[in-house]
């Protein structure tokens, strides 16, 4: 060893690595002597017993056992070997696995809080679209028939997503594109709206109904009571290097208004927060900025195909 390599000061990892390398050495040995003894042991006891002389094999066995139990409480000394080390592992590990419980019942919990919104969210929607196309079917059955084709589209993605605990980013993006037609449908001229996602991202991992919600709150606080409508654009693209998906809802209304958390046919913020800190670790984000006019939502996801 050189003296420039001699004088260079170790880190706490290595000596951290060495004394788990002389303590797994140490440990190492004490099970080949045990090894050892196993062997030995009954060897020198059948030698003893088929040989004329006095009986001398337990003075072996004794001895090297008193020796072996010596060299188990030295290298055991510092409770590697159901001792306070051993002991504060073993709490680590049960904390870890309920944690790991807590977390699975949180995700559970909410994917019901999730299916039970929708449970609330789709009879009222069923209804309101159904009246209007009733209304049409008299004065413009084309139109009637266009918002009958994209309802039952809607329907089936809808019945898709609700089934599932994971979809894709197309399977979501498609509900959205329904919904958004049957509106425009209503609202004809006053609602326009614009869909920007990457084609790559389309097989990616989404919650189901995690961007619906708050494409029909934008319409329902934001565009929809606004006199001459809106536009609403949906734009989704990687970061991070691919690592990561964002997901950016603009619209030119109105905004949400004060209480747009509690209204009849939005999941809340405050709920889709939750959501996204559950189901992502807290590896997701929401950020909601005025866009004056109307409101912008920014979701930030980990990317899984």
């Given amino acids: 060893m050189n003296a420039a390599t001699s004088s260079t000061p170790l880190t706490s990892y290595d000596v951290a690595l060495r004394r788990a390398r002389k303590k797994a050495k140490e440990i190492r040995d004490f099970y080949m002597n045990v090894v050892a003894y196993c062997v030995v042991i009954p060897v020198l006891w059948l030698i003893n017993i088929f040989s004329p002389g006095p009986w001398w094999a337990q003075w072996a066995t004794i001895g090297w056992g008193l020796g072996l139990t010596i060299h188990g409480l030295t290298v055991f000394a510092d409770g590697t070997f159901f001792g ?52 049409l079917i008299a004065k413009s059955p084309d139109r009637a028939n266009l918002m009958m084709d994209n309802f039952i589209a809607y329907l089936r993605q809808s019945l898709t997503a609700s089934r599932s605990q994971e979809g894709t980013v197309k399977q979501e993006i498609d509900l959205v594109r329904h919904y958004l037609e049957l509106i ?17 991202l389309d097989r990616h991992a989404l919650p189901p109904m995690l961007l619906q919600p708050v494409v029909e709150n934008a319409i329902k606080h934001g565009l929809e009571p606004k006199e001459d409508g809106g536009h ?27 209480n747009a958390d509690s209204a ?23 950020e909601i900025t005025d866009a004056s006019p109307g409101t912008k939502v920014s979701i930030t996801i980990p990317a899984k195909r």
């Fill in 84 to 135: 306070t080390a051993w002991e504060e592992k073993k709490i680590a590990e049960l904390m870890a696995n309920e944690q790991l419980k807590v977390v699975s019942g949180e995700k559970q919990l909410v994917q019901a809080q999730m299916r039970m919104l929708q449970a609330q969210i789709e009879p009222h929607f069923l209804f309101n679209t159904l009246a209007n196309i009733q209304s």
């Fill in 264 to 286: 009849g046919t939005g999941v809340g913020l405050t709920n889709l927060r939750e959501r996204l800190k559950v189901l992502y670790d807290g590896a997701a984000s929401m």
């Fill in 232 to 258: 609403i654009s949906i734009h989704a693209r990687g970061l991070g290097g691919g690592s990561q998906i964002q997901f950016v809802i603009a619209d030119n209304g109105l905004g949400f208004g004060a």
């Fill in 184 to 200: 425009k449908i209503r609202m004809a001229e006053r609602l326009t709206f614009a869909i920007d996602i990457d084609a790559s």
